[in-house]
């Protein structure tokens, strides 16, 4: 008998692909196949897809408001739902779903004009603008948060609130958080994601350095860093004689946070929702100048249970950094609270509750 397909759609980003990984690797336990619509960011992240293939459909996002702009997007978006809809027929999906960005939108409107059940699901505290397009057509709309701000109230009936799904290495890395003494190794851990990891080569090092010597004795640090900075990041902290391990990516993240006394990120949701699956405290500084401000969103929504610090870029300084670090050295039952309060957070059983509505969706393509 062939398995049933269920096709997913998501952007290049960490923060769209990491639960669409997160729903294959369940999908396939429930003996789904799964096939991926993307674009090529997703290389980037050094992971294989979980699935049977990996599709790409033409697609844009609005640059410009000249006619220009609108016509070569129209264009664009035509081209990708012809692609898809030959895609649907191709591989008879029962239910097309979508985690947002712009590669989403061929696919999903595919699926609609197909009457082939659909499903978005978004991550973050706000939800983005290739959703609150998709929620007018998608049969139903799941949602990490339940204060999730564009979602519409007459699009309730059709919501679940089911939290982030979060990939299977991450559920393996989780274990508790270990209490430290104040004169034991502070285990640190920085990295930037898909877009922010300069910000940390800049600041992060000088504030490091600052610290007085009993406390850079004590840190064990764990850093990603871009290539382009590298070098002037590692010779910072070999004069400063800081023990670091730096790298430009780390397949092996989750384990890396688990490990990690204190985190220093940006707040993507992917980001966020592992902090508390695992139950690592953060210090967060959301990605600036965003169109919606989602990850402010996403780091307010974990500071305010007191499982991490939200420090906006502008204020994200050598000074502040250095002085947040010696306070939470110095306070290890603190961090340790904080650690239980992101705890609080964590949806471990999102991903399995994520299926169950697709689950539903497929049996009425039945």
């Known amino acids: 008998m062939t398995k049933p397909v269920i096709m997913i759609a998501a952007g290049g980003t960490g923060g769209h692909l990491f639960p669409a990984f997160a729903l ?51 264009t664009t978006l035509l081209r990708g739902i012809w692609r898809a809809r030959a895609l649907l027929k191709d591989t008879h999906p029962a239910v097309v779903v979508g985690f947002g960005g ?3 939108v061929p696919p999903l409107l595919a699926a609609r004009l197909a009457g082939v059940p659909s499903l978005i699901h978004d991550a973050n505290a706000v939800m983005g603008r290739a959703n609150r ?8 709309i799941a949602l990490t948060f339940k204060k999730t701000k564009h979602h519409r109230q007459s699009d309730q009936p059709r919501t679940r609130i089911v939290g982030m799904p979060v990939r299977d290495a991450v559920l393996e890395a989780v274990k508790p958080y270990q209490t430290r003494s104040g004169a034991e190794a502070f285990s640190l851990l920085v990295f930037g994601g898909s877009q922010g990891a300069r910000v940390f080569a800049d600041i992060v090092p000088d504030a490091l350095t600052r610290l ?15 290539d382009e900075d590298m070098e002037r990041v590692s ?3 070999t004069q ?9 990516f780390f397949p092996d993240l989750p384990q890396r946070m688990s490990n990690a006394h204190l985190v ?16 690592r405290p953060a210090i967060l500084v959301p990605l600036p100048h965003a169109i919606d401000n989602d990850q402010l969103e996403n780091a307010t929504q974990l500071q305010e249970v007191g499982g991490a610090w939200c420090i906006e870029q502008a204020e994200f300084t050598a000074e502040r950094l250095r002085d947040e670090i010696m306070r939470l050295a110095d306070s290890p039952e603190g961090i340790s609270l904080a650690a239980k309060a992101a705890l609080s957070l964590g949806e471990p059983q999102a991903v399995a509750r994520l299926a169950d509505v697709i689950e539903e969706l497929a049996r009425t393509r039945v």
């Open 212 to 226: 007085p010597q009993a406390y850079r004795a004590r840190l064990k640090l764990v850093q990603q860093v871009r």
């Open 264 to 279: 220093i990120a940006r707040s993507g949701a992917s980001t966020v929702a592992e902090l508390t699956v695992l139950g």
């Open 133 to 140: 397009l998709l929620s007018r057509f998608a049969s139903n």
């Open 240 to 248: 400063a004689g800081i023990n670091s391990e730096l790298a430009t």
């Open 24 to 74: 294959a690797q369940e999908l396939k336990r429930r003996d789904y196949e799964v096939d991926l619509v993307t674009d090529v960011r997703a290389d980037q992240y050094g992971i294989e897809f979980p699935g049977r293939s990996v599709h790409h459909v033409p697609s844009a996002t609005l640059r410009g408001r000249s006619p220009l702009a609108f016509i070569k997007l129209a």
């Open 235 to 237: 010779a910072a902290y």
């Open 102 to 104: 712009y590669p989403t």
